[in-house]
């Protein structure tokens, strides 16, 4: 039980194009969930957190509106990399949580960004 | 500020030996730690957490660790390592529980056969 789900893997786009990133809770419904970002030989770092049907709350120094999140139901929430640049390449991880597991942060498998 | 710093980035044991791997955080408050390990295509898998009571706290595939308030540690171990248990992993502190994870920058482990 309790499978995040992320579509794509990995995804391939040209410089100034939009990107969009699913990620699913398969079997539970997620109060909230989570978006991170991994760089190289780094930590996770948290990018924003969405409530179902509620705007995200961003962390510091996350552009709201070059990452847009939506959450628009419990069991999906979506990040879009709007007019992508190289330096937005990395890797993508969510998280999603329910009230029934104690709030635990169950991830998703990460999607892998590059930008040309 | 709160922070998490794992020593080490890479770390190689044989297969059957000992395993510490090491955690500091630096928390004003009650600090809520957890250890996650992440396996290539695959999302991060909870292998323990510490909230409050025992310092000393056992997780899933054999791995325990142990909270030291004093020095500000949170150190992984497993007595007996196997090939399987090659992979990255995390330290990471909350806030208040599972909110607001802080992740450490990782600690990638490789098991010599």
């Known amino acids: 039980g309790a499978v995040v789900s992320q579509h794509p893997s990995w995804v391939i786009c040209k410089s100034g194009t939009s990107v969009k990133i699913e990620c699913r809770s398969l079997d539970f419904q997620a109060t909230t969930m989570f978006w991170y970002r991994q760089f190289p030989k780094q930590s996770l770092m948290l990018m924003a957190t969405?409530?179902?049907?509620?705007?995200?709350?961003?962390e510091q120094g996350v552009e709201k509106d070059k990452f847009l999140i939506n959450h628009a139901s419990l069991t999906l929430s979506t990040l879009t990399v709007t007019s992508a640049h190289p330096e937005d390449s990395s890797f993508y991880i969510c998280s999603a949580t329910t009230s029934g597991s104690g709030n635990e942060q169950f991830f998703g498998p990460g999607t892998r960004l590059t930008v040309l | 500020a709160q922070s998490v710093t794992q020593p080490d980035i890479h770390i190689t044991v044989s297969e059957g030996a000992s395993l510490e791997l090491r955690c500091n955080y630096s928390y004003g408050a009650t600090p809520y730690l957890f250890w996650y390990v992440q396996s290539p295509g695959q999302g991060l898998q909870l292998l323990l957490k510490?909230?409050?009571?025992?310092?000393l706290v056992q997780g899933i595939k054999g791995f325990e660790a142990e909270f030291k308030r004093s020095q500000s540690s949170f150190n992984l171990r497993k007595p007996s390592v196997h090939w399987s248990d090659a992979a990255e992993y995390f330290c990471?502190?909350?806030?208040?529980?599972?909110?607001?994870?802080?992740f450490g920058a990782g600690t990638r482990l490789a098991v010599h056969p």
């Open positions: 969405s409530n179902e049907g509620s705007k995200a709350t961003y």
């Open positions: 990471a502190v909350g806030s208040g529980g599972y909110n607001k994870l802080i």
């Open positions: 510490y909230f409050s009571g025992d310092t």
